[in-house]
């Protein structure tokens, strides 16, 4: 029959291995701390000022032919508006008078 391990011993390693996740309970603790300031330090160097900054250069800044800036893209997008109508009220207007006997979407009567 095999004998119960001895108390003191028992009771020694307990405690060594109480102390070692103290240990690391703490160390543990300490990086976060250092972590979370970091964050803290990086989240307050970004300043309101330079955000403001980034979106006015998204807005107004340098663009090229692939990336345009926003003004640029509206710009285009008001140009083709511009040249879609142009091209439609040029249209004889004969051509959007289709004299059916059915109204949108309303299969004939049989």
């Known amino acids: 029959m095999a004998q119960a391990p001895d108390t003191k011993t028992q009771n020694e390693e307990d405690a060594s291995q109480d102390e070692t996740i103290r240990q690391r309970l703490e160390i543990s603790n300490g990086y976060a701390v250092l972590l979370g300031e970091q964050t803290n330090q990086t989240f307050s160097a970004f300043t309101f ?32 508006l511009i040249g879609s109508v142009d091209q439609i009220l040029k249209l004889d207007p004969s051509k959007f008078n289709k004299v059916t006997d059915q109204t949108v979407n309303t299969p004939p009567d049989e």
Do not use: F, M
């Open 49 to 80: 000022e330079e955000a403001l900054g980034l979106q006015v250069e998204t807005i107004k800044g340098k663009g090229t032919e692939s990336h345009p800036n926003q003004l640029e893209r509206v710009a285009r997008i008001k140009d083709q």
